[in-house]
């Protein structure tokens, strides 16, 4: 069964989730990796998908259009030529969660720390969110640290986010394990640890 990439982005719903998975299983596709989010009033759903071999990336592309639930949907769906699993560094070490006003910049200063450490990014999040002085940024990074480099990687991140004012919070993942939250607000950061 080929592998494709299936990515669609569309007005949120309820229901989309269940509408885009159950038509995959319909027609013998197998899912891998898949991620679903909500930006802004759209979503966006991106899977690696194994499909019969007697169904074309276009077919598949055709079928999905027909629900209901992606009316109005961009779809493309085409051949998946990477492997498609994932190699060690794309194992998830530590969760960082940074939260405070919204800072310009913020992501690109985090994302070159964490290349500085040679850090992979496996996810990431970022969301204006409701709180009780209005709203706060908060952004969260699922990433690959090297063990050797990964207490210093964290440390520069929380003095960054201490420089900026923003609360930093993080959770190490152990295979086989609970994650254990390691991070604390910085001192004189704005806002309580992340959740």
């Not at 991106?46 to 079928?63: K, N, V």
């Not at 986010?161 to 993080?170: I, K, N, S």
Request: aromatic content about 6%.
């Amino acid at each position: 069964m080929p592998n494709v990439l299936v990515s669609l982005f569309c007005p949120d719903r309820t229901g989309l989730v269940a509408a885009i998975t159950g038509r995959l299983f319909e027609i013998g596709a197998n899912l891998g990796d898949t991620s679903f989010a909500v930006l802004g009033a759209g979503a966006e759903l991106t899977a690696i998908c194994s499909i019969p071999d007697h169904i074309p990336p276009e077919t598949l592309r055709d079928d999905l259009s027909g629900l209901p639930e992606l009316a109005g949907a961009t779809i493309t769906v085409s051949p998946f030529g990477l492997n498609a699993l994932q190699g060690p560094t794309a194992q998830i070490t530590h969760v960082v969660s940074v939260s405070g006003g919204d800072r310009p910049g913020l992501v690109a200063r985090l994302s070159e720390v964490f290349t500085q450490f040679k850090a992979n990014i496996v996810r990431m999040d970022a969301q204006t969110v409701p709180d009780a002085q209005g709203s706060r940024y908060v952004t969260r990074f699922a990433i690959w640290i090297p063990p050797a480099s990964s207490a210093a990687c964290l440390n520069t991140v929380a003095n960054t986010a201490g420089e900026l004012g923003l609360a930093c919070h993080w959770e190490e993942f152990q295979a086989g394990g609970p994650p254990q939250t390691l991070g604390s607000p910085v001192p004189g950061s704005a806002g309580p640890p992340t959740d």
